[in-house]
């Protein structure tokens, strides 16, 4: 098994397309809060893993490191993950950044969704908006989109 | 992921994009992209390498300062899958000639995933569907299906992809132990389908259930690969 054969099983996947680019702005970076939202389907061992084709999101605690995997797809690398979280989830980094004042503030919540998704309706319509809308009720700016 | 990224942007986020799947990348043309040309499953590229990975973040939130999207940039440094190494891990040798080969290997690599997990914790280990405890068993039921037993009635303990992983993720994990440093991606996959008993027998399994005519959604996710 190899990363190239990985990806090749991607190829024909059928793609959403997005008539119109919506763009935001952000404040000055030094003044930004951050938040990381994954498709990795991280989620800390109290809360539900994800089921196949799961929509829905689970919000992270940048505190804690027991952090699971629940991706369903077998087609990728898990052992960078296992151990350094911050290969997927760059949670130290970025708090290194707010350290040295290169970005304003790390969010009080991160994000994960589950990636391999086929049917992207409710993520468009549902779950993503009120992904968004917690984040901006968090005060966040900026967000770091990482997949796994 | 990229479709978050629309989503995010029109409810006055700002957002950047990490990936590692070129096509994707620039057929979904998320507002801000940073194509990372990186091994699935590392999108910061290097674990344990906080320099590397504080590179990759610079480029990405320097694309903040794009006035309009989409955008899409590419990181500099590629990581290449090395696709001639596989993990070299020793193996324990045979305790109980009465077991099947698959399980004993099983149970003996139990004090390397217990290290492991000590060390690092079990991010990415058992505990979806099976815990470790539990992962002799299921693999027994895997060699029951690779021997003709049909799938429903092996005793295999959830979905079946599922529980693949958790058996895959107990090698993987127990590997790192095994081989005291952090391989590179896809190495300690290549070692569990290639080089241990519990691989080829998932392997054998999968080609069992594939043969005998059964659902693809059952056989085609137990382990890497098409």
């Known amino acids: ?148 | 992921m990229s479709t978050l990224a629309h989503v995010f942007e029109a409810a006055g986020l700002a957002t950047v994009a990490l990936g590692s799947i070129r096509a994707h990348m620039a057929g979904v043309a998320p507002p801000r992209g940073l194509f990372c040309d990186f091994p699935l499953g590392r999108p910061l590229g290097r674990p344990a390498d906080p320099a590397f990975q504080h590179r990759v973040l610079a480029q990405a939130l320097d694309l903040l300062q794009t006035a309009r999207g989409p955008t899409l940039a590419e990181f500099p440094e590629s990581i290449e899958d090395d696709e001639n190494v596989t993990l070299a891990c020793p193996l324990p040798p045979r305790f109980d000639p009465d077991a099947h080969p698959a399980v004993d290997e099983a149970r003996a690599l139990r004090p390397g995933f217990d290290r492991a997990v000590a060390r690092y914790g079990n991010r990415a280990g058992t505990g979806r569907v099976v815990d470790a405890d539990d992962i002799p068993a299921a693999v027994e039921a895997f060699a029951r299906v690779a021997d003709g037993t049909p799938w429903k009635e092996a005793g295999i303990p959830g979905i079946p992809a599922r529980v693949a992983q958790d058996i895959r993720g107990y090698y993987e994990t127990a590997a790192l132990a095994l081989a005291e440093h952090t391989p590179g991606a896809w190495e300690t996959t290549r070692w569990f389908l290639d080089a241990t008993e519990t691989g080829r027998t998932l392997r054998a399994a999968r080609q069992r259930l594939e043969d005998a005519g059964v659902s693809r959604n059952v056989w085609f996710y137990l382990m890497p690969g098409g």
């Open chain 1, 1 to 148: 098994m190899t990363d190239r054969q990985a990806k090749a099983l991607t190829a024909d996947l059928e793609l959403p397309t997005f008539d119109a680019t919506a763009f935001t702005i952000p404040p000055p970076l030094g003044t930004a809060t951050v938040a990381i939202v994954t498709t990795a389907s991280l989620h800390h061992p109290d809360q539900d893993d994800f089921a196949p084709t799961d929509t829905s999101f689970r919000i992270l605690d940048p505190a804690r490191r027991d952090l699971q995997l629940g991706h369903w797809s077998p087609n990728f690398d898990a052992t960078g993950f296992a151990v350094d979280v911050n290969v997927v989830f760059p949670i130290d980094r970025l708090q290194e950044l707010a350290d040295t004042g290169r970005i304003g503030a790390v969010a009080p919540h991160h994000l994960a969704f589950a990636g391999n998704q086929f049917e992207l309706t409710q993520i468009r319509l549902d779950s993503g908006p009120a992904a968004a809308k917690l984040l901006r009720a968090d005060g966040v700016d900026v967000v770091l989109l990482t997949p796994v």
